[in-house]
């Protein structure tokens, strides 16, 4: 692995730090506090390419590497981390299964308008009694001719209420388990489609998501993505790329806060001093800076070795992504804490930070499923 970054990777990432420092930061508190999705932004993140990152050109995509999404969602993410979540959740959830497992059909149908912008993907896995134990849904999809009727209902899918494409999980063999389940590609004007209202979160305000429902929700036959009855490990392979994104995400919210908390230390005096002259702030400082570095270096391992095809990256991605949401919620905390008063206030984007940090540690697979993720691959190496 070359800790040293190409070209193409520097001009993507410098591409989304001006994007996200020019166009993003300045707008992201008025849509925190007014909830406001931003169609603007999206729009422009189409205009950048980085609706698909990852997605070839012939596809509609900007034609990069793994890493650089990264690189990209960190950037977008320290600007705003609904958008951040927004732009994640159509490459890494929609497109990034699309690329992998689609027909050549499927892939000019529905990977080239979402990759270019021009439509928006979500996932729909989690179900109200199915989140983490992701394989014993109850959305059921049975085939009826030359179609699939699908039924049943998904909770806290992001993107939900503007999603043109709803990648969907449903069970084909309601007996077999996690064997039954098989992936769908649902247009959202299809007729027996519904989305609920948008959910009222703590935080990622600008980013919406809603549950969904299929009542004898009829699809062509050509719309089952991948095998029938291999949608779990569909779904499994696209959250170890999910996870990245999500990673970079924790990544970017935590360098937004810190910088913030760095700035302010060198302006705040107290006793006669800035108060990052005090070691008490100064060693806070010094634990966050190596704790962003530390998950940084970790999610460009994930992604580099997205990027090596073959190479499975399971639990590096999980590494990944529980290192760098559990620090990012010690990084924002600290730097709420080094603010004082004013950072528990909605006068400084601190506090929006901290609340947009703690999702990272639930979403996409939360740090107690990262957990067993990471114990069972170690467990399976010690033994006679
Ligand atoms: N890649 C490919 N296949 C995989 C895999 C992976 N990473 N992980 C497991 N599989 C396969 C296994 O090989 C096995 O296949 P076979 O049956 O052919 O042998 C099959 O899947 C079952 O594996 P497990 O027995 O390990 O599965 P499990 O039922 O014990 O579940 C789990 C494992 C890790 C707990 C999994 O259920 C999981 O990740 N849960 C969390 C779900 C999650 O992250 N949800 C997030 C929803 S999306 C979201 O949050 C979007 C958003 O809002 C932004």
Redo the contacts with the bound molecule.
């Keep these: 692995m070359d800790l040293l970054l190409s070209e193409e990777q520097q001009l993507l990432q410098k591409t989304a730090r001006d994007f996200a420092a020019k166009e993003v930061a300045p707008r992201a508190a008025k849509l925190d506090e007014e909830s406001l999705w931003p169609t603007e932004l999206v729009g422009q993140l189409a205009e950048l390419g980085l609706m698909g990152v990852a997605v070839e050109p012939e596809y509609g995509g900007a034609g990069f590497d793994n890493l650089a999404y990264a690189l990209a969602m960190e950037e977008i993410s320290a600007g705003c981390a609904s958008l951040g979540?927004i732009m994640?959740?159509n490459n890494s959830?929609v497109c990034d299964p699309l690329r992998r497992h689609g027909s050549e059909a499927q892939k000019r149908d529905f990977l080239t308008p979402l990759a270019s912008g021009q439509k928006l993907g979500c996932?729909g896995?989690?179900e109200p009694m199915s989140?983490?134990?992701?394989?014993t849904m109850a959305t059921v999809a049975e085939r009826d001719g030359d179609q699939w009727v699908i039924n049943g209902s998904k909770n806290?899918?992001?993107n939900g209420p503007h999603a043109d494409t709803i990648l969907v999980f449903a069970m084909t063999r309601k007996d077999a388990g996690?064997?039954g389940v098989s992936c769908f590609i649902v247009p959202t004007d299809t007729p027996g489609f519904a989305c609920g209202s948008p959910d009222k979160k703590l935080g990622i305000h600008a980013a919406k998501?809603c549950s969904v429902f299929f009542e004898n929700c009829r699809i062509p036959a050509d719309q089952l993505l991948g095998e029938e009855g291999r949608g779990?490990?569909v779904a499994?392979?696209t959250?170890?790329g999910?996870r990245i994104g999500?990673a970079a995400q924790a990544l970017g919210i935590a360098r937004a806060a810190y910088e913030k908390a760095l700035a302010y230390s060198k302006e705040r005096h107290a006793f006669g001093g800035p108060i990052a002259e005090k070691q008490g702030i100064a060693f806070m400082l010094a634990d966050m800076a190596t704790e962003i570095d530390a998950a940084r270096l970790l999610i460009h391992r994930a992604a580099w070795l997205k990027d090596q095809k073959s190479v499975?990256h399971?639990t590096e991605s999980a590494m990944a992504k529980l290192f760098a949401s559990e620090m990012a919620h010690r990084v924002t905390h600290r730097a709420l804490q080094i603010h004082g008063g004013i950072g528990y206030t909605r006068e400084c984007d601190v506090e929006r930070h901290v609340r947009d940090a703690r999702i990272t540690e639930i979403?996409?697979?939360t740090s107690e499923?990262m957990r067993?993720?990471i114990s069972?691959q170690e467990l399976r190496k010690v033994g006679p």
Excluded at 131 to 135: P, R
């Design positions: 979540v994640s959740v959830l996932f896995l989690t989140g983490s134990d992701a394989g806290f899918i992001t996690h064997r998501s779990f490990g499994m392979g959250l170890d999910g999500i499975r399971t979403y996409e697979g499923i067993v993720v069972t």
